[in-house]
T-cell receptor, first 118, second 110 residues
Framework: GAVVSQHPSRVICKSGTSVKIECRSL??????MFWYRQFPKQSLMLMAT?????????EQGVEKDKFLINHASLTLSTLTVTSAHPEDSSFYIC??????????????FGEGSRLTVL | DAKTTQPPSMDCAEGRAANLPCNHS???????VYWYRQIHSQGPQYIIH???NNETNEMASLIITEDRKSSTLILPHATLRDTAVYYC???????????FGTGTRLTVIP
């Protein structure tokens, strides 16, 4: 089946630094990818929708200048957490659906990236 | 998207069937029922989905009531590796993204 890969799986950084997380669709093209955030013992919360070749669409309450999303190709979307602070520590997960598939095919999720900000 | 209600947690003995209920009383005619699960510290995994007919695949069965206001995910022979949080999600036809509720934490007991 289709695979979505995230990198890095774990990252620890100092407060004030920026961290980039990559999301790749390995065997299919994805015009749209989604970024979720999950705090401990909570459910996944959609942060933004990443559209290839255009600006991302952010959910209410998510700062676009804080979480920069770039979807430069049909197989890669990146999430950059700028000037990270301890409260940004979370599990970040991306998902994608292959272009051209039927409307009810499943979304594929990455393995997630755990960010810890010291 | 229609809201879903799931019990927060359930236990199941290894080898027995696990029946996970989901209420979605406000579901619309063009909304599908999807089930995903999330094993600790991993991304969600697709299990099954359906509209109004019961569905079965290699992982599970999905039973949807005739009025479509509730459904049950059945894992026929639960194993320890099935311990996870199971999410029931209602998805509008053509919608790309998914909105996750709180799910049911299933613990399979040896």
């Amino acid at each position: 089946g289709a695979v979505v890969s995230q990198h890095p799986s774990r990252v620890i950084c100092k407060s004030g630094t920026s961290v980039k997380i990559e999301c790749r669709s390995l065997d299919f093209q994805a015009t749209t990818m989604f970024w979720y955030r999950q705090f401990p013992k909570q459910s996944l919360m959609l942060m933004a929708t990443s559209n290839e070749g255009s600006k991302a669409t952010y959910e209410q309450g998510v700062e676009k200048d804080k979480f920069l999303i770039n979807h430069a190709s049909l197989t890669l979307s990146t999430l950059t957490v700028t000037s990270a602070h301890p409260e940004d520590s979370s599990f970040y997960i991306c998902s994608a659906r292959a272009s051209g598939q039927g409307s009810q095919r499943e979304l594929f999720f990455g393995e997630g990236s755990r960010l810890t900000v010291l | 998207d229609a809201k879903t209600t799931q019990p927060p947690s359930m236990d199941c003995a290894e080898g027995r069937a696990a029946n996970l209920p989901c209420n979605h009383s406000t579901i619309s005619g063009n909304e599908y029922v999807y089930w995903y699960r999330q094993i600790h510290s991993q991304g969600p995994q697709y299990i099954i989905h359906g509209l109004k007919n019961n569905e079965t695949n290699e992982m599970a069965s999905l039973i949807i009531t005739e009025d479509r206001k509730s459904s049950t995910l059945i894992l026929p022979h639960a194993t320890l590796r099935d311990t996870a949080v199971y999410y029931c999600i209602i998805r509008v036809t053509g919608a790309n993204n998914l909105f996750f509720g709180t799910g049911t934490r299933l613990t399979v007991i040896p």
